[in-house]
Each structure stands twice: as structure tokens, then as C-alpha cells.
């Protein structure tokens, strides 16, 4: 019977995936005459009064929208800073944090909290998808298939769920608005920590599949091999001593297709190893834990 706990638990998780469904089907493509963003809401939300309002309205428009007949500009500048800003947040608040972690550690930790996914997170949490002023039609479904898809990942896929960049981008974009209108780290950090919950620490990362896969085969003298097919077929297949052992499927990026075939390795590494499924997979807790000592692994290409 599952403790009272758990069923808090369950009913938190069901109950955010309600959540993340309602705002994901509001639309997201609108008129030239609706397209204007509520700045008091989105003020509201980020927890910030704008001086220049201008930054915040042009922090929420896409490329796409902007046109000859209108004067807006688009939030590709603004996103630029707050990528540097949210990069320089966290390396100072992680540095504060955790004065015992190597460089190494601090640089993973500091990537997987300011990733396209895990910012984009951020922006279905918080509804901020639903200011964005864009002419992409695609959009609205990419964002209904990505709020559906972290439902099965309640902290972040690791590389198996394709999160739309545009999400990510007014986040960074928001934060660059909010930076040059006040010009202050101090108050950046005090607007968002909260919107950037939860912030994944030491002691809830994972390692990338890839990686995890990486180092059980060399640990183990297995011959691994990535085997791409994602052109005919769109996916990628994983061989590990010439025996095929995984399998990933995905249209949209061959990179999720890859990361997908490499948790399906791992989930059958077992057969290959000659052992018991549940000794397999103690195999990949520990070299989880010993991949916390490396780098983070930058996007790999089959």
C-alpha cells in the first residue's frame, strides 16, 4: 500500500501535468491586432515592475512577427544578454553553494539548470508561452507534444524529450529584459530563483544516457557502436560486441533519436553483461555517480 507520502507525491505530479496541459492548449498563434502581450500580467508573473515597458514587450516578440509594417524588434538581442546573465547567476551562485565541487562538476551542474529544456520548463510552468507574439504556426503543437512528453520526466529527460528552443528563448530573453532595465545581477536573481525552480543540485542530476553508456562499455571492454540510420528511417541503432542492443526513433533531431537508442542500450545492457538485470542496473547507478567527476558532454553527433 503506498504511504501517504507517495500518494501526496502522486497527486502533486498528476495534478502539475493538469496544469501543464491547460496552459499548453491556450493558443499560441494570434492576429497582428491580438498580439499584444499583457505587460501587467507578465510583469506579475516574473515578479517585476519594467521602467522601460518596451524591453518587456520586445523581450516576448519572435522574428517571425516582426515585419516591415511593424516597428517592433524581435528578442534575439535581449536573449543574448540573458544568456550571458543566467550563465553568470549560476556559476556565482553555485560557486557559493558548493565550494567543494571542481570545476568540472560546477560547469555540468550549471548546464543542465540553463539547458533548452530545462528553460523551457520554466516557460510552461509559468505560462510565459502564452505572450510570446510569433507567426509560427507549428508552435502550438510542438508545445502541446513537449508538455506531454515531460509528464514522464518530472526533473528533466536528459537528452529524450526535444524541448522547442523558442520556449527557452524567452527566458533568456525575459532575463536580458529585465537586466537592462535595471542593470543589477542582484535583482535578476531575486525575480527569477524562484521562477527557475526546481534547480537541479548535486544530489538530483543525472548523466546523459550517452555518457552513462560510455562508461559501462569501457569499464566492462564491451565494443560500442552508434549506427545511423535516422536519413532512411530516422533512427539510430546501437551495437554493443556486433550485437544490436538498442534502438531510437525520433523525426524531428537525430540527436534525440541517438540519446533515445543509447537509454534503450542501457536498458538491455543487462543481457549482454550475463548478469542479472538488477546487478546491470546497480552498473549504471555507479557510473552515474562516477560521472559526476566529468565535464559536462556537449551535444553529440552520430
Not at 510565459?128 to 507549428?138: F, M, N, T, V
Not at 532595465?181 to 527557475?196: M, P, Q, R, Y
Request: glycine share 4%.
Amino acid at each position: 500500500m503506498p504511504t501517504m507520502g507517495a500518494q501526496a507525491e502522486e497527486y502533486q505530479t498528476l495534478h502539475m501535468n493538469e496544469v501543464l496541459s491547460s496552459e499548453a492548449e491556450k493558443s499560441t498563434t494570434l492576429t497582428d491586432e491580438e498580439a499584444q502581450p499583457n505587460l501587467e500580467e507578465g510583469e506579475k508573473i516574473i515578479g517585476y515592475s519594467f521602467n522601460n515597458k518596451v524591453l518587456l514587450k520586445e523581450a516576448f516578440t519572435h522574428s517571425s512577427f516582426v515585419s516591415i509594417e511593424c516597428s517592433a524588434s524581435s528578442y534575439e538581442r535581449l536573449e543574448y544578454v540573458g544568456d550571458a546573465v543566467l550563465n553568470l547567476l549560476f556559476s556565482r551562485e553555485q560557486y557559493n553553494l558548493y565550494p567543494g565541487l571542481p570545476p568540472g562538476r560546477l560547469t555540468r551542474l550549471r548546464a543542465a539548470n540553463v539547458d533548452t529544456e530545462k528553460l523551457a520548463r520554466v516557460a510552461i510552468k509559468h505560462g510565459l508561452h502564452r505572450y510570446l507574439r510569433h507567426k509560427k504556426p507549428l508552435l502550438q503543437e510542438q508545445i502541446r507534444e513537449f508538455t506531454r512528453a515531460i509528464s514522464h520526466y518530472p526533473l528533466h529527460s536528459n537528452g529524450l524529450v526535444d524541448a522547442p528552443k523558442n520556449l527557452a528563448d524567452i527566458v533568456e530573453s525575459t532575463i536580458g529584459a529585465v537586466f537592462m532595465d535595471c542593470n543589477s545581477i542582484d535583482t535578476v536573481w531575486e525575480a527569477f530563483k524562484d521562477l527557475l525552480e526546481p534547480i537541479i543540485n548535486p544530489g538530483t542530476i543525472k548523466t546523459h544516457p550517452v555518457t552513462q553508456l560510455y562508461e559501462i562499455c569501457q569499464k566492462n571492454n564491451l565494443k560500442l557502436r552508434f549506427v545511423d540510420l535516422w536519413e532512411e528511417s530516422q533512427t539510430v541503432e546501437v551495437f554493443i560486441n556486433n550485437e544490436i542492443v538498442g534502438r531510437g526513433t525520433y523525426s524531428l533531431r537525430k540527436e534525440v533519436a541517438h540519446n533515445r537508442a543509447a537509454k534503450d542500450a542501457l536498458d538491455n545492457i543487462w543481457k549482454v553483461l550475463g548478469e542479472e538485470k538488477e546487478n546491470a542496473q546497480d552498473q549504471d547507478q555507479e557510473a552515474n555517480c562516477q560521472s559526476d567527476e566529468l565535464p559536462e558532454m556537449k551535444n553529440l553527433n552520430v
